[in-house]
């Protein structure tokens, strides 16, 4: 008999009627989860061909609870708890200190609220700081997320091109609130899929299975790795200027539009998923990458060293850098449209 959680066991149908059958349930379950004769249980028909059966009345508002004592954690590392316990579904977050350690928390948490949404501080004692997560996991859709991510990657690109084309170097003086703002929604989208992995209800509400969850978290990734080298640029043409004065018609920053377009095409994508429009954005990042990769081995060939050269190839290696992430991006695509499209045969074993 199935006593607890991970157990197993093998129950017979009954037929019940010339149309009906029923299969009995665990006591131990129904004692578990309070139910009692002629309450009413929702069963949901997965699309891996399972069932799954959950009481009606199910509370929707269960929480998960992360208790921190301050003085046992290890130095510096209160942060990093605290992002651990948001990615994990933490609705509550308590911590308990010495009184005289308040301060040492001031730093830490403003920096967990501003990199996360949706948390506050909702009490604050002399010894105990409570904070607690307000938007629902399944209120914001993954793909609302994906297009913030991608909107401010390729804004700050097209503003990086601008300088480039003599603009002013204000147009990326907020580089870094941009990435901020997409590390942010990254660590949205993970603590989404991992609440959704475990809760049924906030999957139905995302309208999403665990796999294409899984595969919406590893798109969010690739737009956070873009975001990386495109701030990365923009760091470049603030410390060395010249690289805008010395750039030629060849010169890396001119692809960029052409990587614009490719990634456009994936993220309409997500939605139609067409194999051949994918598979052309991907043939054309690869084929920009190969461009690139030989205007580095055209510099490098080139006799002596100089500041422009070094300065070159790191922009160029960020701009082939984009056009990877991008193509990893069209291959998790495929994959999300491939695994809708397969078909579950019964093997018949003779």
């Known amino acids: 008999m199935a006593l607890g959680p991970g157990d197993h066991e093998v129950r017979k149908l009954q037929s019940t009627g010339g149309s ?11 004692l578990e989860q309070q139910l009692k004769s002629r309450d009413s249980l929702r069963v949901d028909w997965r699309p891996s061909g399972a069932l799954r059966i959950t009481p009606l009345d199910l509370a929707t508002s269960l929480e998960k609870h992360v208790y921190f004592n301050f003085e046992t954690l290890p130095e510096n590392s209160l942060h990093d708890h605290l992002m651990g316990a948001y990615i994990s579904g933490a609705d509550l977050i308590n911590i308990e200190f010495e009184e005289g350690n308040r301060q040492s928390l001031n730093h830490p948490i403003r920096r967990f609220l501003r990199a ?32 913030r991510m991608y909107l401010q990657v390729t804004s700050l690109m097209r503003d990086v091109i601008s300088v480039f084309e003599g603009g002013d170097k204000e147009f990326i003086s907020d580089a870094e609130e941009r990435e901020s703002e997409v590390d942010a929604l990254l660590y949205l989208i993970e603590r989404q899929v991992r609440i959704l992995l475990d809760s049924h209800l906030v999957a139905t509400k995302l309208n999403l299975t665990r796999t294409q969850a899984l595969e919406y978290a590893n798109l969010a990734r690739c737009l956070e790795r873009m975001m990386d080298h495109a701030f990365t640029m923009t760091q470049f043409v603030v410390e060395y200027p010249q690289l805008i004065d010395q750039h030629t018609k060849d010169s890396p920053i001119y692809h960029v539009p052409e990587w614009q377009s490719a990634l456009k095409e994936l993220m309409i994508n997500i939605r139609t ?4 429009r994918i598979e052309e954005a991907r043939h054309q990042l690869k084929a920009l990458q190969e461009t690139l990769l030989a205007y580095e081995h055209t510099l490098l060939s080139k006799k002596g060293t100089s500041q422009w050269m070094a300065q070159n190839l790191s922009l160029s290696e960020s701009v082939r850098r984009l056009c990877a992430y991008s193509r990893d991006f069209g291959e998790i695509l495929l994959n999300m449209k491939i695994s809708t499209e397969m078909m579950r045969v019964r093997e018949v074993v003779l």
Do not use: Q, V, Y
């Open 20 to 30: 009906t059958f029923t299969l009995s349930l665990p006591k131990p379950w129904i």
């Open 116 to 147: 996360t949404r949706g948390f506050e501080i909702i009490d604050e004692r002399e010894t105990r700081l409570d904070l607690r997560c307000l938007l629902n996991a399944g209120d914001m859709p993954l793909h609302s997320s994906l297009n």
């Open 273 to 276: 998923r067409d194999s051949t």
